[in-house]
Nanobody, 121 residues
Framework: QVQLVESGGGVVQAGGSLSLSCTASGVIFSINVMGWYRQAPGKQRELVATITSGGSTNYASSVKGRFTISRDNAKNTVYLQMSSLKPEDTFVYYC???????????????WGQGTQVTVSS
């Protein structure tokens, strides 16, 4: 059993900052990619940012330069530092991890439960 637990969501004014964190726990052999996606009601989930175990990052164009993803491999934790927030950044943010539970097993995607981020104008 693998769990991804997020924390750090909330309400912030436009122009403000907010940090999210997500820790993976359970039976984990290795984690390839961790990241964040976001979703509005009735809409498709969209990429925010991802980071590999080696530290390579990828950002959606809409957040590049404002959001920073980082990762602590020893703690199986991924972070998202969000700054210069805009009302259009209001979404439920989901943590994501592509991981392998044992040597020789295929890797699978796992998701957190989601945390609400609301940016007021």
């Amino acid at each position: 059993q693998v769990q991804l637990v997020e924390s750090g969501g909330g309400v912030v004014q436009a122009g403000g900052s907010l940090s999210l964190s997500c820790t993976a726990s359970g039976v984990i052999f290795s984690i390839n990619v961790m990241g964040w996606y976001r979703q509005a009601p009735g809409k498709q989930r969209e990429l925010v940012a991802t980071i590999t175990s080696g530290g390579s990052t990828n950002y959606a164009s809409s957040v590049k330069g404002r959001f920073t993803i980082s990762r602590d491999n020893a703690k199986n934790t991924v972070y998202l530092q969000m700054s210069s927030l805009k009302p259009e950044d209001t979404f439920v943010y989901y943590c994501y991890a592509n991981l392998r539970r044992s040597l020789g097993e295929n890797s699978f995607n796992h998701w957190g439960q989601g945390t609400q981020v609301t940016v007021s104008s």
